[in-house]
């Protein structure tokens, strides 16, 4: 198991941008895909975005693809998304996730992730 403590989180505006950060302790980190889901209230859990254990391929759900970017740093056991132009829909608890894996696969379902962060809450007011 790896656990996980995301950071970033707060109460902007329609239009600015916000960095979340999450940083990975115990198992290899580097063995490990990570991703990035949100939940906003009365709703299910879903995918954001997913990165393979080296970086080398991304994938993001199409409700922030084209302005969010997640990206890794092995040395420092560290995922992180930048999302731009945040828009009220937006508003979600953010979760961290990580799967062991060297495969360069699209994990994308809640299931696909045995180990999760506590969530950092993101307001986007109007």
């Known amino acids: 198991q790896v656990q996980l403590v995301e950071s970033g989180g707060g109460l902007v505006q329609a239009g600015d941008s916000l960095r979340l950060s999450c940083v990975a302790s115990?198992?290899?980190?580097?063995?490990?895909?990570m991703g990035w889901f949100r939940q906003a209230p009365g709703k299910e859990r879903e995918f954001v975005a997913s990165?393979?254990?080296?970086?080398?391929?991304?994938y993001y759900a199409d409700s922030v693809k084209g302005r969010s970017t997640i990206s890794r740093d092995n040395a420092n056991n560290t995922v992180s998304l930048q999302m731009n132009n945040l828009t009220p829909e937006d508003t979600a608890v953010y979760y961290c996730?990580?799967?062991?894996?060297?495969?360069?696969?699209?994990?994308?379902?809640?299931?696909?992730?045995?180990?999760w962060g506590q969530g950092t809450q993101v307001t986007v007011s109007s």
């Open positions: 990165i393979t254990w080296n970086g080398a391929i991304t």
């Open positions: 996730a990580a799967r062991p894996s060297y495969f360069s696969v699209r994990y994308s379902r809640v299931t696909d992730f045995p180990s």
């Open positions: 115990g198992r290899t980190f580097s063995g490990c895909a």
